[in-house]
């Protein structure tokens, strides 16, 4: 009979502790996954696989660009947000000019010229896939500096081993550092 006893209040035990559980991860989602807009504070949105993802400009953690020899690294984030973004441009020669427009995967023919690729640790993969990269599409940039990041994105990725199976990524960034 005691042991009986024992075995219910622990069964009950590991319940109570597993619903806790989800019910805290389901809030963690949540607060990332309700559609950001710009307007709302958020200095980066990002949509992959149907979800919205946002980054607040005041929870910034980077607070540079990278610049070095013909390369500049942007890599934006906020503490306990699933999703990182790291953009990188092998060419600084847009510092000159400010703005342009890249055709992926045409723009990296050749030399690779822009990476744009993500981490969402909230992905449903395993760890090597929760790297997704922007395969095809378009990055439009309409300003860019040291300080200062504005550009769009619309196109496909993918886990950076699901090479065949695309889906849909858009977003935009309008950052200052």
């Known amino acids: 009979m005691k042991n009986q006893c024992i075995t219910s209040l622990l069964s009950c035990f590991v319940l109570l502790l597993c619903f806790n559980c989800k019910d805290a991860n389901t809030k963690l989602t949540a607060n990332h996954n309700t559609s950001p807009k710009l307007d709302d504070g958020y200095a980066v949105t990002v949509t992959i696989q149907g979800k919205a993802f946002g980054i607040h400009q005041k929870n910034l953690e980077s607070q540079k660009a990278t610049i070095s020899n013909d390369s500049i690294l942007f890599e934006l984030w906020e503490d306990g947000n699933p999703l990182k973004l790291n953009f990188n441009l092998f060419n600084t020669d847009i510092l000159s000019k400010g703005e342009a427009t890249y055709k992926i995967p045409d723009a990296n023919s050749g030399q690779v010229k822009v990476d744009l690729n993500f981490f969402n640790g909230d992905r449903d993969t395993k760890r090597m896939n929760k790297r997704i990269l922007f395969r095809k599409g ?9 300080n200062e990041l504005k550009m769009t994105f619309d196109g496909e990725g993918s886990g950076i081993m ?3 199976k695309t889906f849909p990524i858009s977003g935009k960034v309008d950052v200052n550092f």
């Open 138 to 146: 378009t990055i439009s940039i309409s300003k860019i500096s040291e």
């Open 162 to 164: 699901e090479d065949g």
